[in-house]
């Protein structure tokens, strides 16, 4: 549950783009135009990706900030740790939703955020993945009014493979 400025503004959009019917249906073309809750939902994958680790062997020798990384090489990504790297995030500890925006984001790099993984061997379910947390989202908001108990410091994450 991310502040109330920011709940406002989901449920303004989602007031905007479907109207006050929370028993409605929801179109593909009423989802994507729900733009400020993908940047609530992308910032929420940014702090707490759904795969806190991917593994990719190495298929050939490079150096990386001037270590040699042998062909074959198993590395470790952390997207948890990455997502939290302050030159692409500022203030990476703070839920910022509004660094998605197309204005804020232009300059992120694709390989700086990578919930699903990234390059050919990404998440095959992302896209699928994405579209049902939005809609489960959407029907959650819709029909209740949700808030926290417990500030989010206090809520710690459990990391988990997600499938």
Do not use: W
Request: charged letters at 25%; glycine letters at 4%.
């Amino acid at each position: 549950v991310c502040t109330l400025r920011y709940r406002r503004k989901i449920h303004q959009e989602l007031d905007s783009v479907l109207g006050s019917d929370s028993k409605g249906p929801l179109s593909v073309a009423d989802l994507k135009e729900l733009k400020f809750l993908d940047c609530v939902l992308k910032e929420c994958y940014r702090l707490y990706p759904p795969s806190p680790l991917f593994a990719r062997k190495i298929s050939e020798e490079i150096s990386i900030c001037g270590y040699k990384i042998p062909k074959r090489t198993t590395v470790v990504v952390s997207p948890f740790l990455v997502h939290r790297d302050e030159n692409v995030f500022p203030v990476p500890e703070k839920f910022d939703p509004e660094r998605f925006l197309p204005e804020n984001s232009a300059n992120i790099s694709e390989c700086a955020y990578i919930p699903f993984a990234a390059g050919p061997r990404n998440c095959i379910g992302r896209v699928f993945a994405e579209m049902e947390v939005k809609v489960l989202v959407c029907h959650i908001l819709r029909n209740f009014s949700l808030h926290s108990l417990d500030s989010r410091d206090q809520v710690l994450p459990i990391p988990k493979i997600t499938l």
